[in-house]
């Protein structure tokens, strides 16, 4: 059974470029999340995706976009790319039904922005 | 809205010796914790979980974590530690979606260092 699966691994961007990572989720689930994990802190929410819908989003600016596609894999988007956009970006697949969901985290993907 | 402190930013520890790594949380409602783990260049993989019920929690690995809601803590243990077993912490505390679904709020991580 795979699990979380994250493309690419890593990337270089320079500032004011677009960026677009992928995110497969673990078989069965249904709902995708995203987090940025800057060097040294813990990952912070951008946002969810369930039913092909954003659920809701962090405290992230209008630069940063999702997608969900039928097959419930996403993409996240980040445009007009900053310095500070370099981080780990985290996905985490789970199951959108019931109280509590347990989620599952991929290997991430490493953004540098020069 | 909720919050998790690990105030220990860095342990250092023996192989074989028992190891107490610290989570505090804030929020209003009953908690849903995490304890996930991050190895170098890693995402995060989960080692328990805590819904409801016992207040004593079993993971992965040999990890077991306590609830102590009078305290507002989820310290994550293990009797013996394993060199292994060096990697970054984070405990983390569900949060609800408006628009339905779950969050996690993380704290700062715990990086333990395991000396042989």
């Known amino acids: 059974d795979a699990g979380v699966t994250q493309s690419p691994t890593h990337l270089i961007k320079t500032r004011g470029q677009q960026v677009t990572l992928r995110c497969s989720p673990k078989?069965?689930?249904?709902?995708v999340s995203w987090y940025q994990q800057a060097l040294g802190q813990g990952p912070q929410f951008i946002f969810q995706?369930?039913?092909?819908?954003?659920?809701q989003r962090g405290n992230f600016p209008d630069r940063f976009s999702g997608h969900q596609f039928p097959n419930y894999s996403s993409e996240l988007n980040v445009n007009a790319l900053l310095l500070g956009d370099s981080a780990l970006y985290l996905c985490?697949?789970?199951?959108?039904?019931?109280?509590?969901?347990?989620?599952?985290f991929g290997p991430g993907t490493r953004l540098l922005v020069l | 809205a909720q919050s998790v402190t690990q105030p220990d930013i860095h342990i250092t520890v023996s192989e074989g010796a028992s190891l107490e790594l610290r989570c505090n949380y804030s929020?209003?409602?009953?908690?849903?914790l995490f304890w996930y783990v991050q190895s170098p260049g890693q995402g995060l993989q989960l080692l328990l979980k805590?819904?409801?019920?016992?207040?004593l929690v079993q993971g992965i690995k040999g990890f077991e974590a306590e609830f102590k809601r009078s305290q507002s803590s989820f310290n994550l243990r293990k009797p013996s530690v394993h060199w292994s077993d060096a990697a970054e912490y984070f405990c983390?505390?569900?949060?609800?979606?408006?628009?339905?679904?779950?969050?996690?709020?993380f704290g700062t991580g715990t990086q333990l260092k395991v000396e042989l």
């Open positions: 078989s069965g689930h249904d709902t």
């Open positions: 995706y369930y039913e092909e819908e954003e659920r």
């Open positions: 985490a697949s789970s199951v959108g039904q019931g109280e509590v969901e347990t989620q599952y």
């Open positions: 805590y819904f409801s019920g016992d207040t």
């Open positions: 929020y209003g409602a009953t908690p849903y």
């Open positions: 983390a505390v569900v949060g609800e979606l408006t628009g339905g679904g779950n969050k996690l709020t």
